[in-house]
Each structure stands twice: as C-alpha cells, then as structure tokens.
C-alpha cells in the first residue's frame, strides 16, 4: 500500500472547528506543541472538563432515570434539578432542552454562575406554565359541586367558600346541599349563619333540592367519597356530571401522594371539572409531584385551604406561591439573575 507522504495532512476543503479549548488541544496533538498561546488557556480547558466530569457523574447517578441527550453539560444538572423537585422526565426534558444560551446569557454560561443563569431561566418558564385559574369562580355566583375522596376537606372548604361569600352579600342569596352522609358540620354552620342548608334524603332527589334553590344566586353542593357499598352516591355524581349548569370542584389534599391523587382525579373528573382545590396546604413544604400531576391533567388551581374554619384560611393562589411550595425560592433566584445581567 502507498502511504501518503504527510498522513497527518488536513484537506483544505474541511474547515477546523478550533473555538473550544479541547478542540485546540486535539488539533495540536499530533505537532506536540501548546495550543494555547497565553497560560490562561489551560484554565479555561481545566474549567472545561470540570463542566465534563460533572455531567458525567449526575448522568452516572441518574441513568435509570434519563437517558437524554444534550449539547451542554449544565442542561444535564438542570434536568436533574428539576427531577429532584418531583418532575416527570416528560416534563423536565423540554424545560431543559429550551434554555436559551444565546445572547447576554452566552458569556454566562460557564460553571456555576451559568448553572445560576439556567436555572434561573428554567424557573421562568415554570412560573408561566403554574396551573391558576384566571378569575375568582365565585365572584358571579352558580351552581357549585365539590367532588373528591372522602377526607379530602370538601365539606371545610365549602363552609370556608360560603362564609366568605356572606362578608360581600346576603344569606338570602345562598344556599347549601348537602348529598353527603355526613352533614353535622353544615348544620352547625347553618345555626351560625343562618344559610338555609337542604338535605338529599329518600324523601327529596338531589333533582328536587336544585328547583328549591333555582331563585339563590349561589348554591354549593356537598357530596360525599365514592363507596361501592352505596349505590346510590354513585348515582348522585352522574346525575351532577351530567348537568351543564353546575361546575365541579374536585378537592385535593396537598399531603396526599401523587399517585393517591392522580387515581382520585380519575374518578372524580367529569365534563363539567372546572379545577381544582388543594386542602391542607399549610401542612406541606413541597408539592412538585402533585403540581405536575395537575399540569399534566391541565388542571388548574382556583384555590388553597389551610388553617381553621374560617374565611381567610381560604383564598386564590397565585404562581409564585405554588412555584414557592415546589421547594424554590423564585424571589432569590430572579434577584440572582438580575444581578448578573445588570454586570453585562
């Protein structure tokens, strides 16, 4: 075989890509000479290949977890974040996969102060995407169902909703019905209040109960956990789902398991769910597996429950409470950010 004279030659027609402080050191393997013509060379290349080492290992301690993909080795430590909050990896992967690098964020990018920039930049993202609801359902009065697990706190959130309501209007226009088997709470509310409370019986359909309260402006329905042992409970949220004029609320304990609430929505979701209510929220520090269960259902929060039976213990998020009980300081990482790009 011929062998070429100079086998180390390089066609002119392939361009050498030498920006990066590994390429110039390959490039200048075969010529034994430094690839760098200042000393700081080697210490961007050693910063370099930390950047490598630490990609490599959170790949090592994640791989049965995911198995992606990316150009960059901060874009491996930010999935992981992200995993670690109680993210799917479906959910996780595009957030980490639309970092933008470009721009002012370029000169950034490098070890952690660029992990900073990212991570930053990926909370943005899962700030905007936070399931609120965008108004106050109440505000204009209707039918109201509160559907969910027994022990899920329908029945506090309820009577939280109705006191509320009385502060800004009349007990005139309001009215409670109760399809739950357990009704002792709301009588003893209803002695307080005087909000007319109606009982579904064998001697009253829940059919018969909404006539009776048609002319009040607002009207809550409380019900009872699915028991295969009554019928009858079954019956009663079909007869709800199926009418178009009442809005269900399904009720949410925020100490419940994700899969324990994935299952619950199953079962209790119905055409006319409106969203959602999260119970015991005061009694949690993170909620990240459930919020992506709610994100992934589309389902959004109108409201969180904590505390005592009283009205202010119940009230409307908004996203950077929810982003706050993910288990991240939103606040200081938006700081963080904005000192950085103020150096630029």
């Given at each position: 075989?011929?062998?070429?004279?100079?086998?180390?030659a390089?066609s002119?027609?392939?361009a050498v890509d030498?920006?990066?402080?590994a390429?110039?050191l390959a490039?200048?393997?075969?010529?034994?000479?430094s690839?760098y013509?200042?000393?700081?060379?080697?210490?961007?290349l050693q910063?370099?290949?930390?950047?490598?080492?630490?990609?490599?290992e959170e790949?090592?301690?994640?791989?049965?977890?995911h198995d992606t993909?990316?150009?960059?080795?901060i874009?491996?430590?930010?999935?992981?974040?992200l995993?670690?909050?109680?993210?799917t990896?479906?959910m996780?992967?595009?957030?980490?996969?639309?970092?933008?690098?470009?721009?002012?964020?370029?000169s950034?990018?490098e070890?952690?102060?660029?992990?900073?920039?990212?991570?930053?930049?990926?909370?943005?993202?899962?700030h905007?995407?936070?399931?609120?609801?965008?108004?106050?359902?109440?505000?204009?009065g209707?039918l109201?169902?509160?559907v969910?697990?027994s022990g899920a706190g329908?029945?506090?959130?309820?009577m939280?909703?109705a006191t509320?309501w009385?502060?800004?209007h009349?007990?005139?226009?309001i009215a409670?019905?109760s399809?739950?088997?357990e009704?002792?709470?709301?009588?003893?509310?209803s002695?307080?209040?005087?909000?007319p409370?109606?009982?579904?019986?064998?001697k009253?359909?829940?059919?018969?109960?909404?006539?009776?309260c048609s002319m009040?402006?607002l009207?809550?329905?409380?019900t009872?956990?699915?028991n295969q042992?009554?019928p009858?409970?079954?019956?009663?949220?079909?007869?709800?789902?199926?009418?178009?004029?009442?809005?269900s609320?399904?009720?949410?304990?925020a100490t419940?398991?994700?899969r324990?609430?994935k299952?619950?929505?199953?079962?209790?979701?119905s055409?006319?769910t409106?969203g959602?209510i999260?119970?015991n929220i005061d009694?949690?520090?993170?909620?990240g597996e459930?919020l992506?269960?709610?994100m992934?259902?589309?389902?959004?929060v109108?409201?969180?429950s904590?505390?005592e039976?009283?009205?202010?213990y119940?009230?409307r998020?908004?996203a950077s409470?929810l982003?706050?009980?993910?288990?991240?300081d939103y606040?200081?990482?938006q700081s963080?950010?904005?000192?950085a790009?103020?150096s630029?």
């Amino acid at each position: 075989m011929a062998i070429p004279a100079d086998s180390s030659a390089v066609s002119t027609d392939e361009a050498v890509d030498l920006t990066t402080p590994a390429a110039r050191l390959a490039a200048s393997i075969g010529e034994m000479k430094s690839p760098y013509e200042q000393p700081s060379g080697f210490e961007e290349l050693q910063r370099e290949l930390q950047q490598v080492k630490q990609m490599l290992e959170e790949k090592v301690q994640g791989q049965e977890r995911h198995d992606t993909i990316f150009s960059r080795p901060i874009q491996y430590r930010v999935l992981n974040r992200l995993l670690d909050l109680g993210f799917t990896l479906d959910m996780a992967r595009p957030l980490a996969e639309g970092i933008d690098f470009e721009g002012q964020l370029a000169s950034a990018a490098e070890g952690e102060n660029g992990l900073t920039h990212a991570w930053s930049l990926c909370l943005d993202k899962l700030h905007a995407k936070m399931p609120i609801a965008s108004e106050d359902a109440l505000a204009k009065g209707g039918l109201f169902a509160f559907v969910g697990p027994s022990g899920a706190g329908k029945t506090s959130a309820l009577m939280k909703l109705a006191t509320r309501w009385l502060l800004e209007h009349s007990v005139d226009d309001i009215a409670i019905i109760s399809v739950s088997s357990e009704a002792e709470s709301v009588h003893r509310l209803s002695a307080m209040t005087k909000i007319p409370v109606y009982l579904v019986d064998k001697k009253n359909t829940l059919a018969d109960r909404l006539a009776q309260c048609s002319m009040r402006r607002l009207v809550l329905i409380d019900t009872s956990g699915l028991n295969q042992d009554v019928p009858q409970q079954q019956k009663d949220l079909q007869y709800l789902a199926s009418l178009e004029q009442i809005k269900s609320f399904i009720v949410l304990p925020a100490t419940g398991d994700h899969r324990w609430c994935k299952k619950a929505i199953a079962d209790y979701v119905s055409p006319n769910t409106i969203g959602c209510i999260l119970s015991n929220i005061d009694q949690v520090d993170a909620i990240g597996e459930l919020l992506c269960v709610l994100m992934n259902r589309q389902l959004c929060v109108h409201y969180l429950s904590d505390g005592e039976l009283l009205p202010h213990y119940i009230y409307r998020p908004t996203a950077s409470e929810l982003m706050f009980k993910l288990g991240e300081d939103y606040s200081s990482c938006q700081s963080s950010a904005t000192e950085a790009l103020s150096s630029f």
